[in-house]
């Protein structure tokens, strides 16, 4: 509110009186409103499918890179009035001030990163430092307004380059692809030889200690019937001599036994299979 030209006072929204014929004046501030600076482009009619102006904007969106290359750079600032006796009367002319401050935050910032980050990677964080120093460049000016966010609408190379970059683009994509496709690759074989090869160890390790527990075992049993034969080495031949007939005769098919005092020994062996078969036949 204004008196005789003079602030005197703010007012809450609502219902309120003033003194008329020029006394009071009153100045109506939005500090419940979101609003919105757009630089590099203009909405014509915002809504479900968003209008916008034909008219090039190149001087707020031309920029130089840290690298010295150019892009296009399109951004919103969206903020709010959060000090009317501030944003009316401790900066003349606030919104064009705010204006030329935020262009000359992103223009510093982005000629501190490269095309690359600019473009892609490096969006986000060159949105957010904007929106960081922007906040304190409002509250060294006294400006009444509070920064809620910085938005890069689009980002692209001048259309001069643009086959260039997309050449450029297309070769560093195809060159991830085939960094991730070697990667997986040796991801898969490398796990599989060296199981495999693990595999192998512990195979010939069980084989090598198989052969050595055999061995010593062997080496037991001998030393032991060689110890039972010092001892008794006649009940040790005969045992042998069992043990070694049972082992053996199992697999004879066929056996003959004859006594000690048999003399002759030829009518019970079978000399002739074919001839004794065929006398058998008849």
């Not at 890179?65 to 951004?75: F, I, K, R, Y």
């Not at 990667?183 to 090869?197: D, F, H, L, M, V």
Request: charge should be negative.
């Amino acid at each position: 509110m204004l008196q005789f030209g003079k602030y005197v006072r703010s007012t809450e929204p609502g219902l309120h009186f003033k003194i008329p014929f020029g006394v009071e004046q009153v100045r109506k501030v939005p500090i419940q409103r979101q609003l919105k600076e757009e630089f590099g482009f203009r909405t014509v009619r915002a809504g479900v499918k968003s209008q916008y102006s034909t008219k090039p904007y190149a001087e707020e969106a031309a920029m130089l890179t840290g690298d010295l290359n150019a892009a296009m750079v399109e951004w919103v600032v969206q903020y709010r009035i959060v000090d009317p006796y501030k944003f009316l009367f401790q900066v003349r002319n606030v919104e064009k001030t705010f204006r030329d401050m935020s262009e000359a935050v992103m223009r510093r910032i982005v000629g501190d990163r490269t095309v690359n980050e600019v473009l892609t990677i490096g969006r986000a964080e060159v949105a957010l430092q904007v929106q960081v120093e922007l906040q304190n460049l409002c509250d060294q000016y006294d400006t009444g307004i509070s920064v809620d966010q910085v938005v890069l609408q689009d980002v692209n190379p001048p259309d001069p380059v643009k086959p260039s970059f997309n050449a450029v683009n297309e070769a560093q994509q195809e060159k991830e692809k085939l960094i991730n496709q070697a990667q997986s690759e040796y991801n898969r074989e490398i796990p599989k030889a060296s199981g495999e090869a693990e595999q192998t160890i512990n195979e010939a390790e069980g084989y090598a200690l198989d052969r050595v527990n055999r061995s010593q075992g062997d080496a037991s049993l001998f030393n032991s019937l060689y110890g039972a034969y010092r001892l008794a080495p006649e009940v040790t031949r005969n045992r042998m001599y069992l043990e070694t007939m049972t082992e053996v005769l199992p697999q004879v098919k066929s056996k003959t036994i004859v006594d000690d005092e048999l003399r002759g020994l030829l009518p019970l062996l079978n000399l002739n299979p074919n001839q004794a078969a065929g006398q058998g036949g008849k």
